[in-house]
């Protein structure tokens, strides 16, 4: 399940008067200039090319019209963690991707309950929290993350489980659509002529191996209907971070977003050579007045390599400085970066531009979510 547009659907869920307009999330620059960012549009204001991460100047170019909410992000964590209560009590288990996007295991026996229960559920959900959702079903919880992003908005898509209709469903996608490929990976691939995860079946494993090393076998299950399960986490969540104490205080954000990249590669390197995968990732702020603020984020899937950790790790603290600009304006005396839930890689250990990523846990034992 992804919840829509879900920073601005809390903030409509409490203005009702707004909703079916374009709403955006973000520091208004009609009431000061500012270099801050959209953190999200609502579907009506994306019609004019409004989106995330993008200046809120050229937002409020495009759609100068836009009702303008400041982000309340102490409000989105506390719905988020109802959201999940709420899921915890209904499905087990639940897993949070992130503060908008769980998965949870769905005890059906067949295609037509599965979309039965996932519409009741959705219309529940959307009655009960106020919020809307979109709905991805499949066996293997890799695809059900792909089909939610096809539902969007407010749909559901249903992936049989048979590998001729993953095949299908998979074919024609970009594979920017699997989790884990960044635009380095989609580059390196384009390279050997594949664009569409149908082209990865026809590609020389050989050739994919040496592009994206491990990660060749993944993909090329995944691209015939076969996404390989992923072993038993027994030994508990385990974590490895870096940290630097900065010679003086900064607050110039692609300093400090420079430095977040350094410690990325430096600890993806030191994982690389205990060969370890992580399945999270997260940044921590050390202010000047020496208090501490830090956010992690769930991957799709553990991965190798230093690309997802400095992507999701750069993010992460593009929202915690964008949220400091709003309130007290501190410096920074420390940063660190960190990742959780780590597990042994896959076979040989990857160089360092290269990452493998993998499906998300299923046990072997794990009831199927439909036949």
């Known amino acids: 399940m992804d919840m829509d547009a879900f920073y601005v659907s809390c903030e409509l869920r409490d203005r009702p008067q707004d909703r079916g307009k374009p709403v955006i999330v973000g520091p208004s620059p009609k009431i000061e200039r500012t270099r801050g960012v959209v953190l999200s549009a609502s579907y009506e204001a994306r019609r004019f090319g409004v989106h995330s991460a993008q200046p809120v100047g050229e937002a409020d170019r495009r759609c100068p019209e836009a009702i303008w909410i400041s982000p309340d992000h102490a409000k989105y964590a506390r719905i988020s963690d109802e959201v999940r209560v709420w899921l915890s009590a209904r499905f087990d288990p639940v897993v949070a991707h992130s503060i908008d996007e769980f998965a949870f295991l769905l005890d059906v026996n067949t295609a037509e309950e599965a979309r039965a229960r996932a519409e009741e559920f959705q219309r529940g959900f959307r009655e009960e929290q106020g919020l809307p959702s979109s709905i991805g079903i499949a066996s293997h919880r890799i695809l059900a993350k792909i089909a939610s992003d096809r539902a969007k908005p407010g749909g559901i898509v249903l992936v049989p489980m048979d590998p001729e209709s993953i095949q299908t469903f998979l074919g024609p996608l970009s594979v920017r659509a699997i989790p884990g490929v960044g635009p380095k990976t989609e580059e390196r691939l384009r390279s050997l002529g594949i664009e569409h995860v149908e082209d990865l079946a026809r590609h020389r494993r050989a050739e994919l191996r040496a592009a994206v090393g491990e990660w060749a076998e993944e993909l090329l299950a995944l691209a015939a209907g076969h996404p390989r399960p992923d072993p038993v986490e027994r030994d508990g969540p385990r974590s490895r971070s870096t940290d630097r104490t900065l010679p003086e205080d900064i607050d110039d954000p692609l300093e400090i977003e420079g430095i977040v990249r350094e410690l990325s590669r430096s600890l993806a390197s030191t994982l690389a050579q205990e060969r370890l995968r992580y399945g999270r990732g997260g940044v921590g702020i050390k202010w000047a007045d020496f208090t501490r603020v830090t956010r992690t984020r769930a991957l799709p899937g553990r991965v190798e390599g230093p690309e ?64």
């Open 308 to 371: 997802p950790l400095e992507e999701t790790a750069v993010r992460l603290v593009r929202e915690l400085l964008a949220e400091e600009r709003l309130g007290r304006r501190r410096k920074v005396r420390l940063l660190s970066v960190r990742v959780e839930r780590l597990a042994p890689a896959l076979h040989h250990p990857p160089s360092l531009d290269r990452f493998d990523a993998e499906v998300p846990p299923q046990s072997n034992s794990a009831r199927r979510p439909f036949d």
